[in-house]
């Protein structure tokens, strides 16, 4: 099963940040967040992870309280491009498999 | 690279036929897993394999449901007797074993639909 939670959707309008919530209450000291989308009919796409410091890259943001126990991925300036479904994923070490919850369905309105 | 390549795109097949789907991973990343993805279970993963060696099928639906890694270049998931509820859409992601983290590269997926 999943270790998080997410809100199932949100909306954003064109050119304002998204910012999309996960809780990850039972998180483990050796576990990382990952971040994920699918937009429709396309295969997941990673965007970021990280384990207890913040990230950035080209594509987000990536939040985590100091307790672990909930992240913010936040996309700066949100597209119609990033309208997706958006999986926040416990993971552990190495190569342990990615374990997809339902995700939070973003649409980024005009 | 041309990233995880999935063949085919879409398959329509009746009950009872055998389907096999293909994937090819990145060159050089050695982890594989299979997924499949339908409206009412969201994306559950299969199996998955390390260096080519099954580690957990335990998501493997069925005895109708099999997979192989021949070599570090290639995998199938084979689904025989086919069934209507096996309809869904499957997707192949791998990635680089290693001592950090890494990210999984999915394929485009195969849209599976059996009348």
């Known amino acids: 099963d999943a270790k998080t939670t997410q809100p199932p959707s949100m909306d954003c309008a064109e050119g304002r940040a998204a910012n999309l919530p996960c809780n990850h209450s039972?998180?483990?000291?050796?576990?990382?967040v990952y971040w994920y989308r699918q937009i429709h009919s396309q295969g997941p796409q990673y965007i970021i992870h990280g384990l207890k410091n913040n990230e950035t890259n080209e594509m987000a943001s990536l939040i985590i309280t100091e307790d672990r126990k909930s992240s913010t991925l936040i996309l700066p300036h949100a597209t119609l491009r990033d309208t997706a479904v958006y999986y926040c994923?416990?993971?552990?070490?190495?190569?342990?498999?990615?374990?997809f919850g339902k995700g939070t369905r973003l649409s980024v309105i005009a | 690279d041309a990233g995880v390549i999935q063949s085919p795109r879409h398959e329509v097949t009746e009950m009872g036929q055998e389907v096999t789907l293909r994937c090819k991973p990145i060159s050089g990343h050695n982890s594989l897993f299979w997924y499949r993805q339908t409206m009412m279970r969201g994306l559950e993963l299969l199996i998955y394999f390390n260096n080519n060696v099954p580690i957990d099928d335990s998501g493997m639906p069925e005895d109708r449901f099999s997979a192989k890694m021949p070599n570090a270049s290639f995998s199938t998931l084979k689904i025989q007797p086919s069934e209507p509820r096996d309809s869904a859409v499957y997707f192949c992601?791998?990635?680089?074993?290693?001592?950090?983290?890494?990210?999984?590269?999915f394929g485009q997926g195969t849209r599976l639909t059996v009348v």
């Open positions: 994923i416990v993971k552990g070490r190495g190569n342990t498999p990615l374990v």
């Open positions: 039972t998180i483990s000291g050796n576990e990382y």
């Open positions: 992601a791998s990635s680089l074993m290693g001592s950090g983290n890494t990210e999984a590269f």
